[in-house]
């Protein structure tokens, strides 16, 4: 798998090309790539631009000194549900159960992996200061008792996992709404026990129902509005009790996933990509491999470029008795710190919200009183903060007699809400650990901590010396951050178990410019069926389209991103569906 990827620092001042292409993450490479080999332009006249000196956008693998596998300090797995995803990493068919009877599409070589989620007899859950194995729910179900905890739940909700309790709420808002009961009961189940949900619906079931469903329960104050328009915090308080959504909010592991987010779009996503069950994978050689592996199928073509370290400041309507093109794009040369133009007839924005808004925002396209919607829309997502902190251990101690842990997460209320058992270096014994996942609320609690001036003192560890250390310098967490985290982790482990100090870090912020967040989620009251093709190509007579995660129907995830950049291709460039790509797989609005 080859991630020296050649990227041009340089400039090419009035450079003429067909399709500029802003943003060399996955839905910008993906783009270039489909529209140089299925021929419908030349490589010379697809180029990519971006600001960073790296692909993948939010996908960044990290190997440690000292260990020979990858970390993700980024998205690090996908479903195999996920068709383009998984496509594009094990080839096609995808029900040819033999991978070896496959057809790649890509030239580079992945090795998908499972991503284990761990043994729930083992992992922990730390809430309230009370700690218990994630199974205790399970388990206690089994003997016929209600698991305790510190949460005052409602008598119904007693004794329920947060797994469960999403699950209940899920299946009584759906049968609330008659006809949503008439049509879909067989894909909406009831099993024999009270903590017993399924859902069967499909992608397509979900899409006819989000913007229709209402909420039907006459002595709420949300009685008889559309769940499109309430917010998740509104609706799961109004069903379960506040004391019940911090119950859920802090067991479920993510704060993003509780927000006040748009409840319809919620409801898939909680009982699809985080319930029991969902068989996640990741790639060996580091999950920003399919950006590389993207990259490369596009760069085989003669005359394709990524320019990197070229940021866009604006871009105007060229004029027509001067140029030949339709738009001016103004770059900063980020080596140089000079200015160069580019001229084009499309461009796609393959940018995330808070991209968008460092943009021009007087230009012409996003003049607000030129477009007064394209404004509103780019809105219609909250930016979610997210963070991590890779540690590296001269040691797996999670492994000790005392925990027994091999993978997965364990999951508290403490700020730092989970940590990750990524793996060991079967040679050196040295373990990597992400030690924090902080979402939503947690940000405020380390942002004071990360801007501490002190940084982490690496220390040589077997096959890591304090020369390649060193070089990692200005990654290291804070020593301020370091300290609050161990101390996080000893609290969330207990007393017994003895946890050294890491070796080396590797702290990202997602909200640093110019990403902003980590992944996105839709605001309550927008038509997400409307907004998701309405960015795909804002104005009527521009050529000007934005995709990736942020406005698609999986936020957070890769194909979210490869989804919108597909159909943006379909409907816009006249492309065929891929041959690789299963003729029913559903691409969403």
């Known amino acids: ?19 500029a292409i802003i943003g060399a993450g996955t839905s910008g490479l993906y783009t270039a790539y489909r529209l140089v080999t299925d021929k419908k332009f030349k490589a010379s006249e697809v180029q990519i631009f971006d600001m960073n000196n790296k692909l993948g956008g939010r996908l960044e693998s990290v190997v440690m000194p000292g260990m020979n596998f990858w970390g993700e300090l980024g998205g690090m797995r996908y479903l195999t549900s996920q068709e383009i995803v998984t496509t594009l990493i094990e080839g096609y068919p995808l029900s040819e159960e033999d991978p070896a009877k496959r057809t790649p599409v890509l030239k580079d070589k992945m090795t998908p992996v499972p991503f284990p989620m761990g043994d729930p007899t083992k992992l922990l859950m730390y809430l309230r200061k009370e ?12 003997e016929g008792k209600k698991l305790a905890t510190r949460y005052y739940l409602n008598d119904d909700d007693y004794g329920f996992s947060s797994d469960q309790l999403f699950n209940k709420i899920i299946y009584d808002v759906l049968m609330a709404d008659p006809w949503v009961a008439e049509k879909y009961s067989d894909k909406i189940i009831k099993g024999d026990s009270i903590y017993d949900y399924s859902f069967k619906l499909t992608s397509e079931d979900w899409d006819d129902i989000k913007p229709k469903l209402v909420y039907n329960f006459p002595n709420s104050p949300y009685d008889r509005r559309k769940v499109n328009d309430l917010g998740f915090w509104n609706l799961i308080k109004d069903q379960i009790s506040q004391e019940g959504y911090e119950f859920v909010a802090n067991a479920g592991g993510y704060y993003s996933n509780t927000i006040n987010w748009n409840s319809a779009e919620a409801f898939p996503y909680m009982v699809g990509d985080f319930s029991a069950g969902t068989i996640y994978k990741t790639i060996e050689e580091g999950y920003d491999s399919i950006a590389y592996a993207v990259a490369n199928s596009y760069m085989e073509h003669d005359g394709a470029c990524i320019w990197s370290e070229n940021k866009l400041l604006t871009f105007t309507k060229a004029h027509p008795l001067i140029h030949t093109h339709k738009y001016q794009l103004t770059f900063l040369n980020l080596k140089t710190n000079t200015t160069w133009n580019v001229y084009a007839n499309k461009l796609v924005l393959a940018m995330p919200r808070k991209s968008l808004e460092l943009l021009d925002q007087n230009n012409f396209f996003f003049n607000t009183n030129e477009n007064s919607v394209l404004n509103t829309n780019i809105r ?72 501490d001036k002190l940084l982490f003192e690496v220390r040589a560890a077997k096959s890591a010396s304090l020369k390649e250390l060193h070089e990692l310098d200005d990654v290291q967490a804070t020593q301020l951050m370091v300290d609050e985290l161990m101390n996080q982790l000893r609290e969330l482990h207990g007393p017994d178990v003895t946890i050294p100090d890491p070796y080396v870090t590797y702290f990202k912020d997602w909200t640093d410019e110019p990403f902003g967040a980590g992944y996105h989620a839709w605001k309550a009251g927008y038509s997400v069926e409307n907004v998701m093709p309405y960015m795909r190509k804002p104005v009527a007579d521009e050529s000007i389209h934005i995709i990736g995660e942020a406005y698609s129907d999986q936020q957070g995830w890769v194909e979210g991103a490869f989804c919108e950049a597909e159909k943006m291709l379909q409907e816009h460039f006249g492309m065929d569906r891929p041959i690789w790509l299963s003729p029913t797989y559903y691409l969403g609005w």
Not at 131 to 142: E, G, I, L, P, T
Not at 435 to 443: A, W
């Open 131 to 142: 700690r218990f194995k994630q199974d205790a729910w399970d388990v206690a179900q089994k």
């Open 380 to 451: 219609s997502v909250i930016m979610e903060p997210a963070f991590k902190i890779l540690m590296g251990f001269e040691y797996p101690w999670w492994k000790e007699k005392q925990l027994d842990i091999d993978s997965g997460h364990s999951i508290t209320d403490l700020p730092m809400r989970q940590c990750y058992y990524f793996g060991t270096d079967p040679q050196t014994n040295n373990s990597m650990l992400l030690g924090s996942y902080g979402d939503m609320e947690t940000e405020t609690f380390w942002k004071a901590l990360s801007d």
């Open 1 to 19: 798998m080859n991630k020296n990827t050649p990227l041009n620092t340089g400039k090419h001042p009035d450079l003429k090309i067909e399709v």
